[in-house]
Structures are given as C-alpha cells and as structure tokens.
C-alpha cells in the first residue's frame, strides 16, 4: 500500500537555526513528490514539485531535495516567518485518479 | 485572482440538519476535489470531478454527495449532518492529474 510518512512530527527552532524536514514513502513508481506549506487557518500553498531522484528544488529559505526513498525540505537560517505546517504529497494513480496521498505534516515554529 | 473561493467559512449545524458548501475556481481547471482535514489524520479526499458533469467517489465518500454542474463550480452536500462530519473542508483544482492542485481556504464545520 503506498504511504507516505513526515518526521518530525513538530519542530521547534530559533531563528537563524537550520534544520532539515523528511518525508519518506513507499510508493510503486514515484511520478513525483509535492511539497506544500500550510499556514494557521489557510488551505495548503504549493510550494515545490520533484519528479525524480536526484532533483534538487529551492525557493529563498527552503531547498527540497528528492531520493528514491525520502524527500528532505531544508530550512537554512529560518526566520519566524517561516512558522508553518509543512505537508508532502504524491498523486496516487493507482486509486483515486488524481488523488494526491498526504503525509499528516510537519509543524515548524520559529522562534525569535 | 481570486483562485479557489469557498463559502461559507465557517458553519455550526445540527445533528440531522442539511447543507451545501460551495466552491468556485477562476483558473479553468478541470479537475475539482473535496478534502477533509481532521487532527491526526491529514488531508483525506471525499470526492473529486475530471471534468463538467462527472464526480466520483474518494477515499471517504460515505455521506456526502457532490454536483459539477459547472466547469468552475463544485458543491460538496450533507444531507443529514453527522458529529463525526466536523472538520474542515477544502476544495481545490487542478489541469490534471499529478498536476499540484490549487487550494481554497477552507470551511471550518461544526455538527453539534
């Protein structure tokens, strides 16, 4: 059955600490991997797409990178700002068409 | 743009009582899908549409009921509202399948 698992389930860190998110899965053929951030009270934000081992995306504070077993976000330097819910996805073709499979997220807090 | 609207944001019903959310989408996407988001659970989907007219069933279906009566619009129904239907409620949109969905903010329900 695919799955897919984040750890750790919350993350404490001072501002200007980095640190690194994992979302490991086991699915039959990756077709890609999702990276979302989901702020208190708001729908998830789309934030990176990786397709295969090997792919590295980045945006600002935040560096995704993909193997064939796990996902990785890194976070360097965060700022409070970046106090979210992180969540990775894949779509699940094999069920539902277009179903995306979410892990149950990563809570980050960012302290000043 | 506005992107994927719901309404209402929140809502208190009672046990048995009725009620439809409603979401619009201004992208033209043709994939539309109903999550819920419980503590603990992660995002789950409910039902999803690949196009005006169709739907079909998720991974949670059972007492829900949906319409895609237009490309932009997807309505999510309770027919008799459950306490085990509290939860929030996402809809979002997408150009196909392994496509990141966009996400609306949600609607916050309340079944007393």
């Known amino acids: 059955e695919d799955q897919v698992t984040q750890s750790p389930e919350a993350l404490r860190l001072q501002e200007g600490e980095s640190s690194s998110l994992n979302c490991s899965y086991t699915v039959s053929g990756l077709r890609g991997l999702f990276w979302y951030r989901q702020d208190p009270g708001k729908g998830p934000e789309f934030l990176f797409t990786l397709y295969s081992a090997g792919e590295e995306k980045e945006k600002e504070r935040l560096k995704a990178t993909l193997t064939k077993k796990e996902s990785f976000l890194h976070i360097t330097a965060p700022k409070p700002e970046d106090s979210a819910t992180y969540l990775c996805?894949?779509?699940?073709?094999?069920?539902?068409?277009?179903?995306?499979?979410f892990g149950k997220g990563t809570k980050l807090s960012v302290k000043p | 743009n506005a992107g994927v609207t719901q309404t209402p944001k929140f809502r208190v019903l009672k046990t048995g009582q009725s009620m439809t959310l409603l979401c619009a989408q201004d992208?033209?996407?043709?994939?539309m899908y109903w999550y819920r988001q419980d503590p603990g659970m992660g995002l789950r989907l409910i039902h999803y549409s690949v196009g005006e007219g169709t739907t079909a069933k998720g991974e949670v279906p059972d007492g829900y009921n949906v319409s895609r009566l237009k490309k932009q619009n997807f309505l999510l129904g309770l027919e008799s509202a459950a306490p085990s239907q509290t939860s929030v409620y996402f809809c979002?949109?997408?150009f196909g399948t392994g496509v990141p969905p966009h996400f609306g903010d949600g609607t916050r329900l309340s079944i007393l």
């Open positions: 992208m033209n996407h043709e994939y």
């Open positions: 996805a894949f779509p699940n073709y094999g069920g539902s068409q277009g179903n995306l499979i």
């Open positions: 979002a949109s997408s």
